[in-house]
């Protein structure tokens, strides 16, 4: 089974600020079968990354995604307001398995 | 519009066998690579995957919870079924059904339903 381990656990920002949320595999993802998502208080997680640098349609381009075999990176450029939030990645290359959450805060 | 929408009991006691069921529309799950899977939310911590279905009927278990999952489907009736044997109060979380294709990431989540375990 894939463990994946994100960091930071929490991260504090301001708005327009840069954040970088890392996820590492215990063992390489195949194919980059690696998705991300945010989770907002009282919602489901929503989709926006997949194929570990695929942005879903509507995403804003401020979102991005890097990485491959084991290590792998979340990238948002400028944050708004609507970006604090719990953010997860995924990987679906060996069945399927979540990483722990970075909490993305306003500071 | 793919749609997903769970139901069960809110509250289970220890012991008891959870079902909940997943009521979908938007797509069939007897499309060549449609998927349904359930994944949980306990209080304030982190997603966890739990079982898959697929369109051929294959099924896949989380590892450390195989021994007590059991999924299904019903294509007539676009529902998927989860059983949980045994319940235990550290199974009290948010449970999720979501649609994948070609066992990819998740598209489309529900709105998840809350189930407590207690007595």
């Known amino acids: 089974e894939i463990v994946l381990t994100q960091s930071p656990g929490t991260l504090s920002l301001s708005p327009g600020e840069r954040a970088t949320l890392s996820c590492r595999a215990s063992?390489?993802?195949?194919?980059?079968?690696l998705a991300w998502y945010q989770q907002k208080p009282g919602q489901a997680p929503r989709l926006l990354i997949y194929g570990a640098s695929s942005r879903v349609t509507g995403i804003p381009d401020r979102f991005s995604g890097s990485g491959s075999g084991t290590d792998f990176t979340l990238t948002i450029s400028r944050l708004e307001p609507e970006d604090f939030a719990v953010y997860y990645c995924q990987q679906y290359g060996s069945s399927y398995s979540f990483g722990q959450g970075t909490k993305l805060e306003i500071k | 519009q793919v749609t997903l929408r769970e139901s069960g009991p809110a509250l289970v006691k220890p012991t008891q066998t959870l079902t909940l069921t997943c009521t979908f529309s938007g797509f069939s799950l007897s499309t060549s690579g449609m998927c349904v899977s359930w994944v949980r939310q306990p209080p304030g911590k982190a997603l966890e995957w739990l079982a898959l279905?697929?369109?051929?009927?294959?099924?896949y278990y989380s590892t450390s919870l195989k021994t007590r999952l059991t999924i299904s489907k019903d294509t007539s009736k676009n529902q998927v079924v989860l059983t949980m044997t045994n319940m235990d109060p550290v199974d009290t979380a948010t449970y999720y059904c979501a649609r994948s294709q070609g066992g990819n990431h998740i598209d489309y989540w529900g709105q998840g339903t809350l189930v407590t375990v207690s007595s």
């Open positions: 279905i697929d369109w051929d009927d294959d099924k």
């Open positions: 063992q390489s993802v195949s194919s980059s079968y």
